[in-house]
């Protein structure tokens, strides 16, 4: 039997420390589901489209990936997608208290599916999607945190380059 994980998130947009831990990812299961969770109330710097097709183009050679959308209960759409794990990648300490209370939360949800997290490479520690919006928007250099796509798309965005 097939071992798939799904890997959650925002990913708006992906960063090169996503990438990280989807490649490293799939040296455990067979195949790694990434997961957009599309929230219309929540106010997205990228679209849904926009964040798939940069997700697309990022992990292209990175082998037996999907990107696909989920709505509602994340344990939900694991069991629908008929997957074992939920993986999460864990930076500094500070994600830590987010992420154990979101891993419990689901395990009271569902004892079947389990949450592995992966600490990321110390090279992306203060890699986040936020803060290379925030860099990305004044003009900052981002292109060494992002795959290429998504640092011409940001600068798009921001009307640095037509
Ligand atoms: O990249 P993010 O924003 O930290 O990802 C958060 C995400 C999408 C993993 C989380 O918000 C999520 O799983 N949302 C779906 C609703 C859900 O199942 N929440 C966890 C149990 S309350």
């Excluded at 990022?58 to 989920?70: A, H, M, P, V």
Aim: charged share 30%; net charge positive.
């Amino acid at each position: 039997m097939q071992k798939v994980a799904i890997y959650p998130g925002s990913f708006d947009p992906v960063t090169n420390g996503h990438i990280d831990i989807v490649k490293r990812g799939l040296k455990l299961f067979d195949k790694i589901i990434v997961a957009i969770l599309h929230n219309p109330s929540k106010k997205s710097f990228f679209s849904v489209k926009e964040r798939m097709e940069m997700l697309r183009e990022s992990l292209k050679e990175s082998g037996n990936t999907e990107i696909d959308t989920f709505q509602g209960l994340l344990v939900d759409y694991a069991l629908l997608r008929k997957a074992h794990a939920i993986l999460r990648g864990i930076r500094a300490l500070s994600d830590f208290e987010y992420e154990f209370e979101m891993a419990l939360m689901n395990r009271r949800l569902n004892r079947e599916i389990q949450t592995v997290f992966l600490m990321t490479d110390l090279k992306w520690i203060f890699t986040s999607s936020s803060i290379i919006k925030e860099a990305a928007r004044f003009g900052g250099d981002i292109s060494d945190m992002v795959p290429p796509v998504v640092n011409r798309r940001i600068k798009e965005k921001f009307g640095f380059i037509t």
